[in-house]
């Protein structure tokens, strides 16, 4: 089926599909901050980051939470050698976790 639907596309509807994804990505304004909301909390919570994240700006989230630590009661933890989903399958973490609740 992939040779098929390979054999059988027509070029000028790829280039179609990528010109108007470009546009897309170049007319429209995508910011959403969640930093924005992030701010709004006030209940004591744990930020998890591992370093090799490259699903997130890591340092950069890192640096807007400190600006908030002490007054949103943040408690923020970073692993090297872990990534996004590594956090979730970590020991040290899962203690980390649990550690901080029982605080």
């Given at each position: 089926m992939?040779?098929?639907?390979k054999n059988n ?11 108007q994804?470009e546009?897309?990505?170049?007319t429209?304004?995508?910011e959403f901050n969640?930093?924005d909301?992030?701010?709004k909390?006030?209940i004591?919570?744990i930020?998890?980051f591992?370093k090799?994240d490259?699903?997130?700006s890591?340092d ?9 630590k ?7 933890k970073?692993?090297?050698g872990l990534?996004?989903?590594g ?6 973490v899962?203690n980390d ?7």
């Amino acid at each position: 089926m992939a040779s098929f639907i390979k054999n059988n596309v027509d070029t000028n509807q790829i280039n179609n599909i990528k010109s108007q994804r470009e546009n897309v990505l170049n007319t429209h304004n995508f910011e959403f901050n969640p930093f924005d909301n992030v701010k709004k909390i006030m209940i004591p919570s744990i930020w998890i980051f591992g370093k090799n994240d490259i699903n997130v700006s890591v340092d950069q989230a890192v640096s807007d939470l400190e600006t908030i630590k002490n007054t949103n009661k943040i408690t923020i933890k970073t692993y090297e050698g872990l990534d996004h989903s590594g956090v979730f399958n970590s020991e040290l973490v899962l203690n980390d976790i649990i550690n901080w609740i029982r605080e």
